[in-house]
């Protein structure tokens, strides 16, 4: 799934802001409805993983082997699988 819907608001003040908030996403709320599209929602960045006790050790051992922290061993190697993907797709 692409995300392609942005949202933007401004103010000068915290009453103008939530205002502007507030009208943004009932804007977008009516907008999805006569389109007939759902809403798309922002993805935060963080999620929890079940893995086996054997892939959470060794992926420990591996992170702390590369002087890493496994928030940071698993980003990467999500990265590397997302490059992968976009080279073979660039490939066909």
């Known amino acids: 799934m692409v995300i392609n819907d942005m949202l933007g608001f401004h103010g000068t003040s915290v009453n103008e802001l939530a205002e502007s908030f507030k009208n943004c996403i009932n804007n977008y709320i009516e907008w999805c409805n006569e389109s007939g599209k759902q809403p798309e929602k922002e993805f935060r960045g963080s999620f929890n993983i079940r893995i086996s006790p054997r892939a959470h050790r060794e992926a420990i051992l591996e992170a702390a082997a590369d002087g ?16 992968r993907r976009k080279e073979a797709s660039a490939v066909n």
């Open 68 to 83: 890493i922290s496994l928030n940071q061993f698993v980003a990467d190697a999500i990265d590397e699988k997302l490059a």
